[in-house]
């Protein structure tokens, strides 16, 4: 009686045993990949190259998190062990603030076959961590049925006839930055002699913005009529049917870099590698330079196509035109002149 009650046993607890596996064995196979990615549309060609990997590792998910606030960076700072985040965009500023606060990992070249194919200049500026994923520019946005004279330069928004019709945003953006760092330079100054470039500022009698977002939709209720401005928020005006037009304003609009980067404590470091050389594809780069999204490509041999090219260099001409801010330089003043741009402008 024992032994049959035994074997009963033993055979029922192997046909669950069986019935198990395999439910066990998708659950060790699962995985899940966790990428702060941008707001809106701009997500995208993220979720794209997502699908792709999904598709190369049955059981993986590759889970966007649209983010641009800093709640994401005081997660990974505040967390313990592994972090809830695999991979993060950063644009310059922060970039650089991420490398000196250890919360990025720095980038292993073997593990990336694509890497050759970034221009050199650019892979520089990512000091050994990340990958040059994209850039963005500021330019002048404008409304076409406001202002029929287009600007042409940087000095052009001081003319007479736009004093208090131009909006400036925040300089806790870095678009804000770079608009104050534009007009110091583009009277004298630099971005670590600013003063020129605050009175200028002022002397523009300017609509001031909390972030970008609201700068355009400023833009968009005609409560400015011009405004230094990102490619892509204009972009995506213009795609309302609204009359925005885009200039890259001599002596060069000002090109900011995107780059793409592992978590220090990720637990993921193989997919990271995978994510970053997806993102240095020819089909990657090709499909973010396009409607409605207009990021810069950073390696050669990609055609911007030509619904982009108001709107994004296509020529190496207009490439060599582009300007730079010293983000090293003027970063680290940030919240000074956050202080000082509400103080001027009582936003």
Do not use: C
Request: hydrophobic share 40%.
């Amino acid at each position: 009686m024992s032994q049959s009650i035994t074997r009963r046993t033993f055979v029922a607890a192997a046909s669950a045993a069986a019935l198990a596996a395999p439910s066990i064995a998708r659950s060790q196979q699962a995985r899940e990949f966790v990428v702060v990615s941008y707001p809106g549309r701009l997500s995208e060609p993220h979720r794209w190259l997502a699908d792709q990997m999904e598709t190369r590792h049955p059981g993986l998910r590759v889970r966007l998190v649209p983010s641009d606030s800093q709640d994401i960076v005081a997660q990974i700072k505040a967390g313990q062990g592994f972090s809830p985040f695999d991979a993060m965009p950063n644009d310059e500023p922060p970039h650089i603030t991420a490398m000196t606060e250890g919360y990025i990992a720095r980038r292993d070249d073997a593990k990336l076959k694509n890497l050759g194919n970034v221009f050199p200049e650019l892979l520089a500026k990512s000091q050994g961590f990340g990958v040059p994923a994209t850039y963005s520019l500021i330019g002048i946005a404008y409304n076409s049925q406001l202002i029929k004279d287009p600007p042409k330069s940087w000095a052009d928004l001081w003319r007479p006839d736009l004093r208090g019709k131009v909006g400036i945003a925040r300089t806790s953006s870095n678009l804000g930055l770079a608009t104050l760092a534009i007009a110091a330079k583009s009277f004298g100054g630099s971005e670590t002699a600013l003063d020129i470039g605050w009175e200028k500022l002022r002397a523009l009698e300017p609509k001031a913005a909390r972030s970008p977002a609201i700068l355009t939709q400023m833009l968009e209720r005609e409560e400015i009529a011009i405004a230094p401005l990102w490619n892509n928020n204009t972009a995506s005006a213009a795609e309302k049917g609204l009359p925005i037009r885009f200039v890259m304003p001599t002596p060069g609009a000002i090109a900011i870099l995107s780059f793409f980067s592992g978590i220090a404590r990720s637990q993921n470091p193989d997919l990271i590698a995978e994510w970053l050389d997806g993102i240095l594809t020819p089909e990657y780069q090709a499909r973010a330079a396009g409607a409605p999204y207009f990021f810069g490509p950073t390696i050669r041999g990609v055609t911007v196509p030509e619904a982009a090219r108001p709107y994004t260099p296509s020529t190496p001409a207009e490439v060599l035109a582009l300007q730079t801010i010293d983000w090293p330089k003027i970063a680290p003043q940030r919240g000074g002149l956050v202080e000082r741009f509400d103080r001027t402008f009582a936003i």
